[in-house]
């Protein structure tokens, strides 16, 4: 069974940190793009980060500069760091993993910025 299971979600203050990690099993990770989502109420469903399987990274300008994705292939699991965070970050955040059609969500994680 193929499965993705993030963590590390919360309530932090405007302008904190916060740590995302993403736990695969059932597939080969090292192969797969890997990459966070995330959905506010009554929004579509955004991209914030991507680190493909030979270490490239994207990030939308909107977090870009603030968060920072990174993957361990030794222990399946990929991370993203946050910083600044603003109120318009809180959302849901998701994992993916792709490769070519195939794709893995995880359940999410709730974020909220909030003071």
């Known amino acids: 069974v193929q499965l993705v299971v993030e963590s590390g979600g919360g309530l932090v203050q405007p302008g904190g940190s916060l740590r995302l990690s993403c736990a695969a099993s059932g597939f080969t990770f090292s192969s797969y793009d890997m990459n966070w989502y995330r959905q506010a109420p009554g929004k579509q469903r955004d991209l914030v980060a991507t680190i493909s399987s030979g270490g490239y990274t994207y990030y939308p300008d909107s977090v870009k500069g603030r968060f920072a994705i990174s993957r361990d292939n030794a222990k399946n699991t990929v991370y993203l760091q946050m910083s600044s965070l603003k109120p318009e970050d809180t959302a849901v955040y998701y994992c993916?993993?792709?490769?070519?059609?195939?794709?893995?969500w995880g359940q999410g994680t709730q974020v909220t910025v909030s003071s």
């Open positions: 993916n993993a792709r490769l070519q059609i195939t794709n893995f």
